[in-house]
């Protein structure tokens, strides 16, 4: 089974919808991540997270909003999803003792808002 | 604002070829650079560099930083199709575990 889990892989929605991507990770690392990927633009930050109860904006957060449900789970919902939010999103995670630890990544999911 | 620029955007070598990819960067208060392979899902960890001038390698692929320069390589020799992937360069700063990515290097090898 993979450590870090996303779901859906793909999804396939209109403009205005709302939208939640989730992840679920077994590696018991406390840091957890979003990232959107557009091409040639690599991975660009939407928002992270620490620990349970903390919540920080990334570099591109506007129009997206975060949920730390447990140590294990970090969803990312678009609350009315615009068509140049089409990307591939990534989870990611990494222990929490030392800045700088190496992220690990999730499959991805592959948004399409039409 | 934190950059990293990689060179070249693509790249398509034979097989058995060596290869040099780029990692530039300008970051405040550096911590480490990292160096990711993206093939078609998620990117995989290759290397952490902290210090300059000190390689690291695993098998066929090497990488090296200059903090002096501010840049990073990453060598990789007699090259096989299955290196064919995106190649991701990031750095972090002590600010925390925020990465910073550049836009990658896509790397094609044919048979």
């Known amino acids: 089974d993979a450590d870090v889990t996303q779901t859906p892989r793909n999804r396939i929605t209109k403009t205005g919808k709302r939208i939640m991507l989730e992840c679920s990770q077994t590696k018991g690392h406390d840091r957890m991540y979003w990232y959107r990927q557009d091409p040639g633009l690599g991975l660009r930050l939407i928002y992270y997270?620490?620990?349970?109860?903390?919540?920080n904006k990334g570099e591109i957060s506007d129009g997206y909003s975060v949920s730390r449900q447990a140590q294990a789970k970090f969803s990312l919902s678009l609350e009315s999803a615009i068509p140049n939010q089409t990307a591939l999103y990534f989870c990611a995670t990494s222990e929490g003792t030392y800045s700088n630890q190496p992220q690990h990544f999730g499959d991805g999911t592959r948004l399409s808002i039409l | 604002e934190d950059k990293v620029v990689q060179s070249p955007l693509s790249l398509v070598v034979h097989e058995g070829d060596t290869v040099t990819l780029n990692c530039s960067y300008e970051v405040t208060n550096f911590r480490s650079l990292l160096w990711y392979k993206q093939e078609k899902k998620a990117p995989t960890f290759l290397f952490m560099l902290t210090s300059s001038g000190i390689e690291k390698k695993s098998g066929r692929l090497s990488s090296i930083l200059d903090k002096k320069e501010l840049f990073s390589i990453l060598n990789i020799t007699a090259t096989q199709t299955g290196d064919s992937a995106v190649y991701l360069c990031?750095?972090?700063?002590?600010?925390?575990?925020?990465?910073?990515f550049g836009g990658g290097t896509r790397l094609m090898v044919k048979p």
């Open positions: 990031a750095v972090g700063n002590n600010a925390g575990n925020m990465l910073t």
């Open positions: 997270s620490f620990d349970v109860k903390d919540i």
